[in-house]
C-alpha cells in the first residue's frame, strides 16, 4: 500500500512496469496524485486494485475516487470507508456475478452503513460521498457513479466525459448535489460500459480538478507523455495553479494491452488440450482407469471412472471425437467446469479441482453419484404421488435458486437432467448451456434448450430469464404427475402457439386444487404471473396446504380485453359519424 495526503492507493499486485501479466491479458499502468490544495484537511479518496492474474480475469482492475461532502461532519470519513470497502468487497463478490451487478450490491451496502453510522451519532449527520469508481476487463470496462466526481476517456487527442453531474439544475445551486453515497436510502447509480482499445487512457478526478481546468487543458496534459504517474502529477499541480480551491485529485490509467476476450482470459493453456477419443472399459487416462460409459450425447461423452491410488469411482466429461479443434465446444467444455466449481452445494456434482499441468487431454472431473434422472424413472413406469413430486418440486426450487444466487441460468431443466441419487438427494445435471450474467459467453447467446420445457417468450426471441428456468421447472413437475405437457409437446423447430395450459386434474383428479393452482402459476405464458424466484415458488411449496397461492388469472387471446373494447368504441363512433355525414350530404 502506498499513501499520500489524505488518499490511499491499494495495491493487490506489482504494477505492470515492475511485473507485467502474460501475453495477450489486460495490462494497464496506473498513476495518482493528491493535493488538499487550499483547504484544512483532504477529503478526497482514491484507491485501485490490480490482481493477480486468474482474478483479474474474472473481476478486472478497479480504480475508484471519493469526494466527501465538505461542510459536513464525517465527509472524510464517508469518502475513505466508501473506496476502502468497494476495493475490498468487490473482489468477494461471486465471480459469475455481472460488473454491475457486483458494484450495485456493494455501494449499496455502503450506502446503507453511512446512513446507520448517521443515525447512531448525532456528530456524523449528513455524511455523504460522491463515488466514480472504474473496471477494466479482459477488452471491455464498466463504470458506476453517484455524485460530481468524474470519469473522462481520451480518445483522439479529446478528453470525453464519461459521467453525469449530479447536481441541481440551477445556476445558483450547480454544486449543490442531488445524489451521493449516504444521502439517501433509495440510492441511484448510473452505470455505462464499453470496449477497450489498447493505448487509451481514463481519468477518474474530483471537482477540485475539473472545476480548475476545461476538456481540451486535461486532454494536453493527458496527451503530453506516456507515464501515467506523471500525468497525474501535472494535472494535479495545473489546477492548483489555475487557482483551484477545493481538495484536488487525479487517478490516470494507461490501457497497454486488452485481453484476448473473457474466456479466453479464464481458461487459459487449457484451451488447447487434444481430446482423449473414444474410451473403452480398461483403459487408462492420466492414471484414471475407464469403467464405463454413463452417457453418450451428439456432443458430450460421460464415463466412470477410479482413481488407482484411492479406488474412488469419478465421472469423467469429455467431448466426442469429431469435435476435435472445435474451438467453440472445446472452450464450452471449460466454461462449464468453470462455473460448476462454482456450485459449492449439495444440490450438483461437485468438480475435483486439478492441479496446472495434470491433465494430457480436454476432460473435467466430478464427483459420482448412483442413481437415476427422473426421465428414466418415467420411462420405466414410476408414478409419482402428489407427496413425491411436491418433495422434487422443493428440492428444485433450492437448487435453482443455489444458481441463480450466482447469477448463472441453466436453461435447460427437465427431468433428464434431474439425478434422484441413491442417498435420497436431487441433484441438477448439465450445464453445459448455461450461462452466468458475469461472464458472458457469446457462442452461447440464443435459446438453447429442450422444446418442450422452454417458456412461450423464448420462442418470440426474448432473452432466457430466472422465470424462464421456473417455467422449466413447471413443466418438469407437470410431466411427473401427469407424464403430458400443459401445452403439448413441442417439437425442434416447431414455433408454437400457447393457449391455456391443460389443467393437471384433467390427468390426474386427485392432484389437489392448491397444488394444481401452484403449478398453473408456474406455467402461466405471461411471464410477470409466474413466480418472480426459486425462493417464492420454494416457499409456495412448502407452505401450499396452509397459505395455498391463487391461480393466475386467464388472459385472453386477443389481448387486454379494456384496450379491446376502446377499439370498438372507437370503430362505433367513427362509423356513426361517417353515417351521419353521408345523411347531412343528402
Not at 490511499?8 to 499486485?13: D, V
Not at 480475469?57 to 470519513?77: I, Y
Not at 435459446?447 to 422452454?454: E, Q, R
Not at 402459476?521 to 410477470?528: C, I, K, N, Q, V
Request: one cysteine or more; hydrophobic letters at 40%.
Amino acid at each position: 500500500m502506498s499513501s499520500a495526503p489524505g488518499a490511499t492507493a491499494i495495491r493487490r499486485a506489482p504494477l505492470a512496469a515492475e511485473a507485467l501479466p502474460e501475453s495477450g491479458s489486460l495490462r494497464v499502468r496506473v498513476g495518482y496524485a493528491s493535493e488538499r490544495g487550499r483547504r484544512e484537511a483532504n477529503e478526497d479518496y482514491f484507491g485501485f486494485v490490480e490482481p493477480q492474474a486468474p482474478e483479474q480475469a474474472s473481476r478486472g482492475v478497479l480504480l475508484a475516487v471519493a469526494d466527501g461532502l465538505g461542510g459536513h461532519a464525517g465527509g472524510a470519513e464517508a469518502a475513505e470507508y466508501t473506496v476502502r470497502g468497494l476495493l475490498a468487497d468487490y473482489y468477494s463478490t461471486p465471480e459469475t456475478w455481472g460488473i454491475a451487478l457486483a458494484l450495485d450490491r456493494v455501494i449499496s451496502a455502503l450506502n446503507r452503513w453511512l446512513l446507520s453510522q448517521a443515525a447512531a451519532r448525532r456528530e456524523l449527520t449528513g455524511m455523504a460521498t460522491t463515488l466514480s469508481a472504474l473496471v477494466l476487463r479482459g477488452s471491455r470496462y464498466c463504470l458506476a457513479h453517484v455524485g460530481d466526481s468524474r470519469i473522462y476517456r481520451l480518445e483522439a487527442n479529446q478528453c470525453r466525459q464519461l459521467t453525469t453531474d449530479h447536481v441541481w439544475d440551477r445556476a445558483e445551486m450547480d454544486h449543490v448535489l442531488t445524489r451521493a453515497v449516504g444521502m439517501d436510502a433509495h440510492l441511484v447509480i448510473d452505470y455505462a460500459d464499453g470496449d477497450l482499445q489498447a493505448g487509451e487512457v481514463f481519468l477518474l478526478c474530483s471537482d477540485g480538478l475539473w472545476s480548475a481546468l476545461d476538456a481540451a487543458r486535461m486532454a494536453a496534459l493527458l496527451s503530453r507523455q506516456e507515464d501515467p504517474q506523471q500525468s497525474a502529477r501535472d494535472l494535479v499541480q495545473a489546477a492548483l495553479d489555475a487557482g483551484s480551491s477545493d481538495n484536488v485529485t487525479a487517478l490516470v490509467v494507461r490501457v497497454d494491452a486488452v485481453g484476448g476476450g473473457l474466456w479466453r482470459d479464464l481458461l487459459g493453456s487449457d484451451r488447447s488440450l487434444p481430446l482423449p477419443g473414444r474410451l473403452r472399459p480398461g483403459q487408462q487416462v492420466d492414471g484414471l482407469e475407464v469403467l464405463e460409459t454413463l452417457h453418450e450425447s451428439r456432443a458430450t461423452l460421460l464415463y466412470l471412472v477410479r482413481e488407482p491410488h484411492t479406488g474412488r469411482r469419478l465421472a469423467l466429461k469429455t467431448l466426442q471425437p469429431h469435435l476435435a479443434g472445435d474451438p467453440v465446444s472445446c472452450e464450452g467444455l471449460l466454461a462449464e467446469e468453470w462455473l460448476a466449481k462454482r456450485l459449492v452445494s449439495a444440490c450438483f456434482a461437485q468438480v475435483i479441482p486439478l492441479p496446472p499441468g495434470q491433465r494430457s487431454f480436454l476432460y473435467y472431473l466430478a464427483t459420482y453419484h448412483e442413481g437415476a434422472n427422473l426421465q428414466q424413472q418415467l420411462d420405466e413406469g414410476r408414478h409419482f404421488a402428489v407427496a413425491d413430486v411436491v418433495r422434487t418440486g422443493i428440492a428444485l426450487a433450492r437448487g435453482l435458486g443455489s444458481l441463480h444466487r450466482l447469477s448463472i441460468l441453466h436453461r435447460d431443466i427437465k427431468p433428464a437432467n434431474l439425478l434422484e441419487g441413491s442417498d435420497g438427494t436431487l441433484r441438477i445435471l448439465d450445464l453445459g448451456v448455461a450461462l452466468a450474467g458475469g461472464v458472458p459467453y457469446p457462442e452461447l447467446e440464443g435459446n438453447p434448450g429442450t422444446p418442450s420445457y422452454m417458456a412461450p417468450e423464448l420462442f418470440a426471441g426474448e432473452r432466457a430469464s430466472v422465470r424462464s428456468d421456473l417455467y422449466a421447472a413447471g413443466v418438469t413437475l407437470y410431466q411427473l404427475l401427469t407424464r403430458q405437457f400443459p401445452y403439448g409437446e413441442v417439437e425442434p423447430f416447431q414455433h408454437p402457439r400457447f393457449g391455456e395450459p391443460r389443467r393437471p386434474t384433467r390427468y390426474r383428479p386427485d392432484v389437489p386444487a392448491w397444488l394444481e393452482n401452484l403449478l398453473l402459476r408456474a406455467l402461466s405464458r405471461d411471464p410477470g404471473q409466474r413466480f418472480e424466484t426459486a425462493e417464492e415458488l420454494l416457499l409456495a411449496l412448502e407452505r401450499a396446504q396452509i397459505d395455498p397461492v391463487s391461480a393466475p388469472r386467464p388472459r385472453p387471446l386477443a389481448g387486454d380485453p379494456l384496450r379491446r373494447w376502446q377499439a370498438v368504441a372507437v370503430l362505433a363512433v367513427s362509423l356513426n359519424l361517417l353515417l351521419l355525414y353521408y345523411i347531412l350530404l343528402r
